[in-house]
């Protein structure tokens, strides 16, 4: 792993679970070389070079009767610059001669036996680090075949890396989300998940280290679909740490690869079914009955078109699975489709559903759509309820609609119910006048340019019926903020917000002012 100092010996494959510290300052000076010598008998000490790690095989004084003997010749190590006495497990000190390590100031090492192999390992890893690095590498590269063979676990890639490596490792999604970890937690404060390059960040705290990332890549996609992540205290080697993250993240991404073909066949399936249905008006025939069933499509009921807009680069085929758990987790089960840029999805009700159920599905629409937007730049457009399989596409020409309208709605969150459409436009076109704006913009100004906290507070506020909550969650602030700013535009402006004359003609004055 390093050859840094002891820490990173007793980290090597071999000394992990064979090798222990048992007195002496472990985080001294790095050993420079290694020299096995005879322990049996003699309390002479060869001649060694300062920096030694001294490897005693044989017949080791041991137990109190021959504790003198093992005490000269640690005092006599000691004297010729030796840093460490690697011992064979059967030479327990007493404490007496542990306490006299640490007064030496001279660590003292236990081994399970052969010593004579735990000597070699450390004279390899001190005269040629790489060779470390390589066998690392090949390790994970030889076993990789068996730990990628299901890419939707990824337990057992971790397990691998943290076997290898022995430190703890973590499998992130493309957002940074853990996925698989082992015992110990690694840290992701830091991570950019948006920029898929490998990165270090430094871990907090006296210990230091550095919390080590690498992203799986497909080709073609831009974002990272997983990230490999290992927490490398200062003892250990960054760069073989990376070297087996990288080789790790190449396994993974072939298995993910192989996945993503699948992805993209069923995507594909899917968005002609969609083609159909919507081409298929309110007389479907038999063969597009019997795929829409196939594919567990309900095409009869009552239907609320729902559509999601996205950016051209985003990864609408392998991000599907997240956007059907979001709506999962809001208690939503709508078929969801991979259409151009974005998804169209809609949600089917046995009967004509009720102004107060449309409502209530809305709203649950709306908290969907605000957790997809935490980590995805999504609008929503939702459509009426429309009867039949005819009602699937006419319901969502109307959320298509609606999504495009959402998209520039940064003060609505980016979410529109089509039934808002004809107040929302009857209340744009009386501000389009030529000689609204201006009016418009002085009746504003005490409280800022356009864009300013407070316009944008007012504007949200209005829209959202006066709601704090919601205020707050659009605009990402604490409703106290909210309210503050309410209160400071009502002192500012001398205006009543519960007065509903007043509030129009703020609303109105908004819509011209933030360009709705």
Not at 111 to 125: I, K, N, S, T
Not at 312 to 325: K, P
Not at 341 to 359: I, K, Q
Not at 454 to 476: C, F, K, N, P, W
């Amino acid at each position: 792993m390093s050859t840094r100092g002891l820490p990173a010996l007793l980290h090597l494959p071999g000394w992990r679970d064979a090798v222990r510290h048992v007195a002496g300052p472990v985080d001294g000076p790095p050993p420079t070389g290694v020299l096995l010598a005879d322990g049996g008998g003699a309390t002479a000490v060869p001649a060694v070079a300062p920096g030694t790690l001294l490897c005693l095989a044989g017949a080791v004084g041991a137990g109190t009767a021959d504790a003198w003997r093992l005490e000269v010749q640690l005092r006599r190590a000691a004297d010729a610059g030796v840093v460490a006495v690697l011992l064979p497990s059967a030479a327990e000190p007493t404490g007496g001669t542990r306490l006299l390590c640490s007064r030496l100031g001279l660590a003292l090492l236990l081994a399970d036996e052969p010593v004579l192999q735990r000597a070699l390992e450390a004279a390899v890893a001190l005269a040629a680090p790489d060779v470390d690095r390589a066998r690392a590498v090949r390790e994970v590269s030889a076993s990789l075949p068996g730990a990628v063979g299901s890419a939707r676990e990824g337990a057992a890639l971790v397990r691998l890396l943290e076997r290898v490596l022995g430190l703890p490792v973590a499998l992130l999604d493309g957002h940074g989300a853990v996925l698989h970890t082992g015992p110990a937690p690694v840290a992701t404060a830091g991570l950019r998940t948006g920029e898929p390059v490998p990165q270090r960040v430094p871990l907090p705290g006296p210990d230091g280290g550095t919390v080590l990332a690498h992203p799986v890549l497909l080709p073609g996609v831009r974002a990272a679909q997983r990230w490999l992540t290992a927490a490398a205290p200062r003892w250990a080697d960054p760069e073989t740490v990376a070297d087996c993250l990288a080789v790790a993240a190449a396994g993974l991404a072939g298995r993910l690869g192989v996945d993503r073909l699948g992805l993209e066949r069923d995507a594909r399936a899917r968005a002609a079914l969609l083609i159909d249905v919507l081409a298929g008006g309110d007389g479907p025939d038999a063969e597009l009955r019997r795929r829409a069933a196939a594919a567990g499509w309900a095409l009869d009921g009552w239907h609320v078109g729902v559509r999601l807009g996205t950016p051209a680069a985003t990864d609408t085929a392998g991000s599907r699975d997240e956007v059907a758990a979001v709506f999962a987790r809001g208690g939503l089960a709508p078929v969801v489709v991979e259409h151009g840029d974005g998804w169209s999805a809609w949600v089917t009700l046995p009967r004509p559903p009720a102004a107060e159920t449309v409502r209530e599905l809305s709203e649950d629409l709306r908290r969907v759509h605000r957790e997809l937007r935490r980590h995805l730049r999504c609008w929503t457009g939702v459509g009426r309820p429309r009867v039949g399989p005819g009602g699937i596409a006419r319901s969502l020409a109307e959320a298509t609609d609606a999504a495009g309208l959402a998209a520039g709605r940064t003060e609505q969150g980016c979410f529109l119910h089509v039934d808002q459409l004809g107040v929302a436009q009857t209340l744009l076109a009386w501000t389009r006048t030529g000689t609204f704006p201006p009016a418009a913009r002085s009746l504003l100004e005490p409280l800022g340019p356009p864009g300013s906290d407070l316009v944008t507070t007012l504007a949200a506020y209005l829209d959202q019926e006066s709601s704090l909550v919601r205020t707050a969650a659009v605009l990402g602030v604490h409703r106290n903020t909210v309210a503050a700013r309410v209160a400071r535009v009502q002192q500012l402006l001398e205006v009543d917000l519960t007065d509903r004359d007043q509030r129009l003609a703020l609303h109105l004055a908004c819509r011209a002012v933030v360009g709705a």
